[in-house]
């Protein structure tokens, strides 16, 4: 059956950086599009990131361009949420979600089209 499970979240100070982890079992990550989505206290869910299943590219919110790097390390099963340069406003609950259907280009960043999530990593950033 299909699990995720995140991990690497935790406390660092602004402008520092944290890996997060999502680990896949019951399926391999490339076959589903996989998202790093957010939720910070009393506000909606919303996209950070996602990849491809069929061709591994990548996308992004405004807000994290440049900042977070999403990856794939098939080996492992594991997809990856690179962080840098965080700010506070980054402080959210972390989830990652799976998504089977085909996308012409670019996956979504958009929380439903994602149907299966993992429990979320609290990630705070603050001084």
């Known amino acids: 059956q299909l699990q995720l499970v995140e991990s690497g979240g935790g406390l660092v100070q602004p402008g520092g950086s944290l890996r997060l982890s999502c680990a896949a079992s019951g399926f391999h990550v490339s076959y589903y599009n996989i998202g790093w989505f957010r939720q910070a206290p009393g506000k909606e869910r919303e996209g950070v990131s996602c990849?491809?299943?069929?061709?591994?590219?990548?996308n992004y919110v405004d807000s994290v361009k440049g900042r977070f790097t999403i990856s794939r390390d098939n080996a492992k099963n594991t997809v990856y949420l690179q962080m840098n340069s965080l700010k506070p406003e980054d402080t959210a609950v972390y989830y990652c979600?799976?998504?089977?259907?085909?996308?012409?280009?670019?996956?979504?960043?958009?929380?439903?089209?994602?149907?299966?999530w993992g429990q979320g990593t609290q990630v705070t950033v603050s001084s």
């Open positions: 979600g799976t998504s089977y259907r085909a996308f012409q280009l670019m996956c979504p960043v958009t929380p439903y089209e994602y149907d299966f």
């Open positions: 990849i491809s299943k069929s061709s591994s590219s990548t």
